[in-house]
């Protein structure tokens, strides 16, 4: 059972940055596609990016392409989420994912959800 551990959220100022971590438990990770999604209140959960396991591809959402950036560590079991020039719309709670294939983006086809971690951006 794979289980993935987010953290680095919190609360910043609109213009701001933070980096989210999510590692794993297992090292087998280092093989699969990850994936970040966030779901804001009373909204859907929402695609965010997704790197492949080598880090050398990535691929992001419309509404933070050219802002957020992927890259993993895999001798650390990690994958990071630098997010910069936070805007409010940005609010949400953040989870990682694996993906089975790569160019899915809808949240049903993720598995071995963490427990997510806040973001909140202020104006």
């Known amino acids: 059972q794979v289980q993935l551990v987010e953290s680095g959220g919190g609360a910043v100022q609109a213009g701001g940055s933070l980096r989210l971590s999510c590692t794993a438990s297992?090292?087998?990770?280092?093989?699969?596609?990850m994936a970040w999604f966030r779901e804001a209140p009373g909204k859907e959960r929402e695609f965010v990016g997704a790197i492949a396991s080598s880090g050398g591809v990535t691929a992001y959402g419309d509404s933070v392409k050219g802002r957020f950036t992927l890259s993993r560590d895999n001798a650390k079991n990690t994958v990071y989420l630098q997010m910069n020039s936070l805007n409010p719309e940005d609010t949400a709670v953040y989870y990682c994912?694996?993906?089975?294939?790569?160019?899915?983006?809808?949240?049903?086809?993720?598995?071995?959800w963490g427990q997510g971690t806040q973001v909140t951006v202020s104006s």
């Open positions: 297992v090292r087998t990770v280092i093989t699969w596609y």
């Open positions: 994912a694996t993906l089975r294939r790569w160019g899915e983006r809808s949240a049903t086809s993720a598995s071995n």
